[in-house]
């Protein structure tokens, strides 16, 4: 920290640490109980005065790249996104949770389609590209993957979605529905589905601005991705459904990441009527 700086900072932190506590009382805690883990990572990625001064003293994981890619895996290149549907009034007033689907092939504009709403560029400002969904500081910690069942022109397999380009990279060949389905407690809509999307986050993409406090907005966000897709599958006539429940480790053994500096955090069933 420049010491030119200090004159400015000091007398923040005394009047952060004056402003209020600096560990919000839990419920537990009122109560006299032991305080579960959900308790203690609310209170701990809580904001305060003094969290907020002192943060800028914290140190911080390096910022990752902001795009993740899979260097010589087999290329598609996606349609272009132009669809054009019902308006949005009526995909909010029709959106339903639908398990069910036909067992009939998935146009690949469609999955585009699907694709560019979860987490389509949108357009550039000083060189830094904006996506469909919003995200905290414009970090967007989100890699897509999909698991492919039923695509046309697409073989089964699961798939990382590349940004820029517009394009999915193979990143397995193969049918996964049996492996998914087991890992997300026997809901066979995962596995019945013509795709399912895996929202995994690169937490220090967020975290090297953020901090623990990052971790919120992390889940915050793949609640966005998730409504963007769950809205354009009824703007196209497609039945969908947002995941929750499942076998973390499984799941992410299964798309290939580490847990940990990435991890799937949502899942989410897309199919045909």
Do not use: C
């Not at 000083?126 to 046309?152: C, D, I, K, M, Q």
């Not at 969908?240 to 955090?265: M, Q, T, Y």
Request: glycine content about 10%; charged content about 20%.
């Amino acid at each position: 920290m420049p010491y030119r700086a200090w004159p400015i900072l000091l007398p923040l932190l005394l009047l952060g640490i004056i402003a209020g506590s600096a560990t919000p009382i839990s419920h537990a805690e009122e109560d006299g109980d032991r305080e579960s883990i959900g308790e203690r990572f609310h209170g701990q990625t809580s904001l305060t005065w003094p969290d907020i001064v002192l943060d800028l003293f914290r140190l911080k994981p390096d910022r990752p790249a902001a795009y993740k890619s899979y260097s010589g895996a087999t290329v598609t290149k996606l349609p272009k996104p132009d669809y054009r549907g019902v308006p949005l009034e009526e995909s909010l007033a029709e959106r339903r949770s639908v398990r069910n689907y036909a067992k009939k092939s998935m146009p690949l504009s469609t999955l585009s389609q699907l694709l560019f709403a979860a987490q389509g560029v949108t357009g550039k400002i000083y060189g830094h590209t904006l996506r469909t969904a919003p995200s905290a500081g414009a970090l967007y910690p989100f890699e897509v993957y999909v698991v492919v069942n039923r695509v046309t022109d697409l073989p089964k397999g699961i798939y990382h979605y590349a940004i820029e380009a517009h394009a999915l990279e193979q990143v397995r060949e193969g049918d996964f529905s049996g492996e998914l389905t087991s890992a997300g407690l026997n809901q066979e809509m995962l596995g019945e589905a013509n795709v399912t999307f895996a929202l995994a986050a690169v937490f220090d993409r967020i975290r090297h601005k953020y901090g623990e406090r990052g971790y919120r907005y992390t889940y915050m966000e793949a609640g966005h991705i998730s409504q963007n897709i769950a809205l354009q599958a009824v703007s196209l006539g497609l039945g969908s459904v947002p995941v929750g429940a499942f076998l973390d480790k499984k799941v992410n053994e299964l798309i290939g990441v580490d847990g940990r500096r990435e991890a799937v955090i949502y899942l989410h069933a897309v199919g045909m009527l």
